[in-house]
């Protein structure tokens, strides 16, 4: 740990445990002109004004790369927007999103990235940057914009197996922007569902007039999720494409990720909170529509298959895929899986619910850092400006007491309902700064509206 003279130090934070790259140490966190300038002894440092955190745990604020705001799938319109959904990340100890900028009809990726920019920048509560999106939607031109995309700051691509029928490629085309983003330098993110058995699958619900909650975890199975994966993967390997498989859900995803992983450092994957705390009984609920999302959540075993991977580093991180409705936007189909909006609310939750995790035992501080900050920040081109308590990284923190009962029922998101609702555990974040400024103290929000900023991955 390093010292800084007193006169340097605006902001001391005194004595938590704080979790640092190399693991958790109690010290005392100096912060100036929006970075940490000082890690030292507890209770040694002295600024113009202290927090005191003796008997908290102090985490880096958290990266989420896997979000959706302000976003429309078809006839439906996420219920939140980058005001209402980033507010909810603070209060999460969430300090930076990277949302998808989805192509609509008529628009190409360049367009939509550029477009998401102009919606977020004055907005967003939170730091944040974007992943480009290609769709089947003027295919071609976007395959053509890869270069300009990175101009425009992008450094990641995501394309769809799934979905054939609105916006997912098939597996030429997918081959197509492995080869581009290889030569563009472009990491892939890969929605990973074999469509063909999903198609198959859907058909056959629909034959058993079984459209329920449940049927919709039956008409994905986890062997789409893991031969889309395994196809992708070979494909990404023979273009040398660095690839990035999100929301793996099932123990033959996490399977297929290995085997790729064994022939390839290029290969990377995520699992979601919601695939760590919850299994598919969800679906058996009177209102089962609330948890429709794809992929579905899976097994018990399929769980603890997910936990066994993000221990051993074969998943490399835990995101959200936060994509919000609410009830009246869930219910307005039920009864018809095929209708219902496809997403969780979960930005708030993922922090919060991986604490609970820890004090559960279940993983240490010092992984609990790694896989919602440092892994993500490392992935997507924010290190080491964000995700890490370190001197010189922004002072994006999260401050947790580690005692206090969790409340996973009632949230700040922009729905009626928790997906975790129910859910127990102890430890609850009470601050949130960002670049050196509350964010969150207490239960109150104290920043105004855009006082995010947009971010160029490196």
Known sequence: MSDAPAHLVETVIRGPLAVLPDGPVLADVGIT???ISALAEPDSLTGRQYVDAHGMVLLPGGV???VHLHTRFGQWLTSDDFWTGTVPAAFGGTTTIINFAIPQPGETSLEAFNRARLEADPNVAVDYTLHACITSNRFEESLEQFGALREAGARSVKVFTAYRHTIGLSLQQVDAVL????DHDLQVLVHAEANDLIDAGIA????A???????????????AEEAAVR???ELAIAAGSRVFFVHVSSAVGVEAVRSARSRSDRV?????????CLDDSVYDRPDGELWVCSPPIRSHADQQALWQALGEGVLDLVSTDHNCFNSEQKFRFRGDFRNVPNGLPGVELRLPAMVACVTRGQLSWAELARVTAESPARLFGLWPQKGAIAVGADADLALISPSASANFDTTHMATDYSPL???RGTGRVVQTWLRGKTLLDGDSFTQSRGYGRWLAPH
């Open 33 to 35: 002109s929006g970075r």
């Open 64 to 66: 989420d790369p896997h």
């Open 204 to 207: 056959d619900r629909v034959h």
């Open 179 to 182: 080869r581009h983003a290889a």
């Open 231 to 233: 196809r992708v993967a």
């Open 421 to 423: 609702a129910g859910v």
């Open 268 to 276: 990377h994957a995520e699992t979601c909170v919601h695939y760590l």
């Open 209 to 223: 007039g079984d459209l329920s909650p449940r049927g919709h975890l039956i008409s994905r199975p986890a062997a």
